[in-house]
């Protein structure tokens, strides 16, 4: 276990959380979400909070900046100290001295952090602008440089994208080059890589181990990827119901776990492979050709200068009862694929989909078919809409079809589905904003499956859930595949994941199609080297 940096019997803390408690005011009631957490946090130290979705790491994690609405959320007990100075109740003027200057945070959610009618410079420089008090030169440069250490790809054209231009894992690093923007002493990061590829994800890790040596910045690790956990934490607290059940070191916390379900969480790993297909060869959907350009557009009259290939000349095909993985680094073209496939975006070339040539359809002509092939999106609080309760968007769909069979009817199947995924069917009179990430990515799924399609796209169906549930939600993907004959188009970072639901896999990479073939047989013995060098990023382990 590597000493952490300054870390001495006679060093202070930076950051001291003692006995804290959150309650939350729901309507005519008071629930208390954290209770009783106490932790340190030193300079040059990894604290990872650990534990599944909804657990409290996320309140946690944002109490320390005191982000949550004060209206709604109350300290029953406890206090949080940065160098010394409470921060529970602290005026104004603190918590903006303290807030993206000396404590950085990445969110979970990228898309809902980035203010989406700014660019990505913009966002960047108001930062360094605010704190720093650069001019506009330098405050360019200094974004170029962070937007290069985070290993974002084609920087200058970047800086004057959008949030929605980009892809999640692009949104998450444009994240992080702004929480490091200022060398902060402490950086919480919420769930920093669970966007990102297997390979950019060794990048960003190395490049937090890299500022901790170099700066001596303390990091707040809130995550459920335990393989990130014992590489890059030398504390870990392993959280469940808003209480620290174990913490320790982590290398003792992994090697001999205390607490049954710190044990639970480590054993909890995708296994197994996807069903047997016996499709007796038909096909759900394939394509031919298949290309997105996106026109480059310069100058005063708007010329086309060039073109992004996001998907370039990619064939495949998909069968009845089949899961194809889909698998890339972000900005590889892999969410662009599957949108293309389901005519949600414009595309050129061939697509036939359950027999039916569907590329030259029209909106109305494509309609009827919309029940057969469902979404479930990267972000499910983007994909959400925040003014309808759970009930009103899972049953969506069943009314723009025409499928409802009246308000009893309707609800017993809203509530049926949710307790599918693993929800309490009286979640159907809440809002998304009251659960957590991985909560809310459940009711997507509910939200797709009510209509019972044909085919569903799954991109990243499993990135916002703690490993547990994740095995919960292959399990229950599995058998809705074999009971009633889905075929999936599922879109992952997450090797082992992909590994343990697909048939078949395509590796994307800058839009073409670098590799493809049977499951097994690319994980055994891949053929590209990018192939290899995901592989290896998703399989090794450091010491």
């Excluded at 104004?92 to 969110?107: A, E, N, P, Q, S």
Aim: glycine share 8%.
């Amino acid at each position: 276990m590597i000493e952490p940096m300054g870390k001495t019997e006679d060093t202070q803390p930076l950051l001291v959380v003692d006995d804290l408690s959150v309650a939350f005011q729901m309507q005519a009631l008071k629930k208390t979400v954290v209770h009783n957490v106490s932790f340190d946090l030193y300079a040059g130290e990894t604290l990872a909070l650990v534990g599944e979705s909804g657990s409290g790491k996320s309140v946690t994690a944002l109490s320390v900046l005191q982000l949550l609405n004060p209206a709604q959320v109350s300290y029953p007990s406890g206090s949080i100290l940065f160098k010394g100075e409470e921060l529970i109740g602290a005026d104004k003027y603190t918590l903006k001295r303290v807030r993206g200057d000396r404590i950085g945070m990445i969110f979970q959610e990228p898309m809902t952090s980035l203010n989406p009618l700014h660019t990505v410079e913009k966002q960047i420089n108001e930062v360094l602008l605010l704190h720093k008090g650069l001019d506009k030169d330098a405050a360019h440069e200094r974004t170029l440089e962070l937007l290069n250490l985070v290993g974002l790809d084609q920087v200058s054209e970047r800086l004057q994208a959008y949030p929605h231009q980009l892809s999640g894992g692009q949104r998450q690093r444009v994240m992080i080059a702004m929480a490091l923007a200022n060398e902060p002493d402490i950086l919480i990061a919420d769930e920093p890589t669970t966007a990102l590829d297997v390979t950019v994800q060794a990048q960003i890790l190395t490049l937090l181990a890299e500022l901790q040596q170099r700066l001596g910045l303390a990091v707040l690790l809130i995550t459920h990827d335990l393989t990130v956990v014992r590489n890059v934490a030398h504390r870990v607290c392993v959280m469940r119901d808003g209480v620290i059940h174990e913490t320790g070191d982590t290398q003792s916390v992994f090697d001999s776990p205390q607490h049954a379900y710190t044990r639970e969480l480590l054993e909890a790993e995708p296994s197994g492979g996807a069903p047997v297909v016996d499709s007796h060869g038909k096909i759900i959907i394939e394509a031919q050709d298949l290309k997105v350009w996106f026109p480059i557009k310069r100058g005063f009259f708007r010329r086309t200068v060039g073109h992004v290939k996001a998907v370039d000349g990619v064939s495949l095909k998909l069968e009845v009862g089949e899961t194809l993985g889909v698998v890339g680094e972000s900005g590889s073209g892999k969410t662009t694929l599957a949108q293309a496939l389901l005519r949600l975006i414009p595309s050129e070339g061939v697509i036939n989909f359950d027999g039916q040539k569907i590329s030259g359809l029209n909106g109305k002509e494509l309609k009827p078919l919309r029940q057969n092939m469902q979404v479930v999106f990267q972000d499910p609080y983007g994909s959400l809409s925040p003014r309808m309760s759970v009930g009103s968007i899972i049953l969506e769909g069943l009314h723009a079809h025409g499928l409802s069979e009246g308000d009893d009817a309707d609800h017993a199947k809203a509530a049926g589905v949710l307790e599918q995924v693993g929800l309490e069917s009286d979640a159907i009179n809440r809002y998304p904003h009251e659960f957590s990430g991985g909560q809310r990515q459940r009711i997507a799924v509910a939200r797709a499956m009510i209509l019972q399609p044909k085919l569903l796209m799954l991109d990243e169906p499993t990135s916002a859930l703690d490993r547990a549930v994740q095995v919960q939600m292959i399990e229950l993907l599995r058998e809705l595949q074999v009971q009633h004959g889905l075929s999936y188009l599922f879109i992952s970072h997450d090797l082992k994941v992909v590994k343990a639901m697909a048939n078949r896999i395509i590796v994307m990479k800058s839009g073409k199609c670098v590799e493809t073939g049977d499951a097994q047989a690319v994980f055994d013995d891949p053929q590209h080297p990018y192939t290899r060098e995901l592989l290896t990023a998703a399989y090794t382990t450091k010491a």
